[in-house]
């Protein structure tokens, strides 16, 4: 299937969207505390960053098939 280079880049594109995911929601909360947003706008934002991870989540697996696949 996919060789040993393609399946480390994938795991690096997965690696920063976790950390780019993390950094908006520090971001993000920080703004919302800043700016005195309602709770309703900052659990909005927050379901954005959990959908975030959990997609995340999803490319691992993903990426954890992948692997078992290429071993045999």
Known sequence: ???????????????????????????ITALGQALDWSQRLRALFD?????????????IYGLWRARQDDEG
């Open 47 to 59: 379901l954005v960053a959990l959908a975030g991870f959990i997609w995340a989540v999803w490319m």
């Open 1 to 27: 299937m996919a060789n040993k280079n393609d399946l480390n880049r994938h795991g690096r594109k997965i690696a920063l969207m976790i950390a780019g995911v993390g950094l908006y929601w520090i971001t």
